[in-house]
């Protein structure tokens, strides 16, 4: 086994990403930075809980990835689907121990969490628009895990809903990008059972929501750095320009790929507004 392929497989931008969120969405639920190790806590259950969610989504992929992902860890033979599966429960028990040393709702928060990722790479991804709309719920979860460690929802709930749409056009556009793949293995994805324009439509819809949602925020201090999410929801317009005018995978991997650019940007600017307002 590579060792590498161990972090890799957890795709550690994604779980990187995630943790901050999910401490983003502590700090403008409390209105300051929480307390060090309760922020650390949180850090950890997320990012551990992203990364296990991952490695089983891999382990239950591995059909579909040997044509659409013929280079990740398990299709290339660098990790054994055994390995991956144990390695997955390994992450999820960590994560689990965590959340136990924040309160018994992060517990409870973090195991459903935890089970639905599961659920999702097992049973619910083939599922038309369910599989999507379970992933981006999972991305609304982090910041209001954060929230939910420091005791109140306050304006994370602004930031889960943009999470949610934002990652329902992103999902949407993903399938459309692994059309090829998902077909081999049977899965009914939107693409699939209504046709790629049309589930393009659908991806534009969540898109222009995103950039309407992104307004709600303001409330939620980013009103200092503000203008920067002028770019990001240009961005997240050029993306569903691109998907509508191109549904070949070639556009939708660009258009994907520049929702995720508007992600992290997005999350950098809510940061740095919630810490210097
Ligand atoms: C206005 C605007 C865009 C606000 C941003 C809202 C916000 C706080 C988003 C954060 C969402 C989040 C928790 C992201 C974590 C990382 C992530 C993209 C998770 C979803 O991954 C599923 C995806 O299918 C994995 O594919 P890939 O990224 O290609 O590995
Ligand atoms: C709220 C708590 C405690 C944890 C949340 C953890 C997070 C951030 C979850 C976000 C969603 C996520 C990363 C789910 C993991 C499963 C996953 C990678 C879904 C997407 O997989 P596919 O749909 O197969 O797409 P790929 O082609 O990228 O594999
Ligand atoms: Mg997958």
Redesign the pocket.
Same mark, same amino acid.
Do not use: P, Q, S
């Given at each position: 086994m590579e060792a590498k392929a161990l972090v890799e497989i957890t795709?550690p931008h994604?779980?990187i990403l995630?943790g901050v969120?999910?401490l983003l969405g502590a700090i403008v639920a409390a209105g300051h930075f929480p307390d060090p190790t309760k922020a650390l806590l949180v850090f950890l259950?997320?990012t551990l809980?992203?990364a296990a969610?991952?490695t089983?989504? #891999?382990y239950f +992929?591995y059909e579909?990835?040997r044509i659409?992902?013929p280079d990740r860890p398990l299709p290339r033979g660098a990790m054994s689907r055994r390995a991956a599966f144990w390695y997955s429960m390994v992450l999820f028990a960590l994560?689990l121990a965590f959340?136990s040393l924040i309160s018994i709702y992060a517990l409870i928060?973090?195991a459903v969490?935890?089970l639905m990722?599961f659920l999702?790479?097992w049973k619910l991804?083939p599922l038309p628009f369910v599989?999507n709309v379970v992933?981006a719920g999972?991305?609304a979860?982090?910041p209001?895990?954060g929230a939910i460690a420091v005791g109140k929802i306050g304006l994370a709930g602004h930031l889960a809903l943009c999470a949610f749409l934002v990652?329902v056009a992103r999902?949407v556009i993903? #399938?459309i990008e +692994?059309v090829e793949g998902d077909l081999a293995k049977g899965a009914k994805t939107l693409p699939i059972v209504i046709g790629k324009k049309k589930s393009a439509y659908i991806g534009a819809l969540f898109a222009f929501l995103t950039v309407i949602a992104s307004f709600l925020p303001v409330k939620a201090g980013v009103g200092v750095s503000y203008i920067a999410m002028v770019p990001v929801d240009a961005l997240i317009l050029y993306s569903a320009y691109l998907i509508l005018r191109s549904q070949d995978r070639e556009a939708a991997h660009l258009s994907q790929k520049l929702l995720k650019i508007s992600i992290f940007l997005a999350v950098v600017a809510f940061m740095i507004a919630s810490l210097v307002r």
């Open positions: 795709r994604n779980c995630a969120v999910g259950v997320v809980g992203c969610g991952n089983i989504n #891999d +992929d579909i990835d659409n992902r994560g959340a928060f973090a969490a935890y990722m999702y790479a991804k599989g992933v999972l991305t979860a982090t209001l895990y990652n999902e993903k #399938d +692994d």
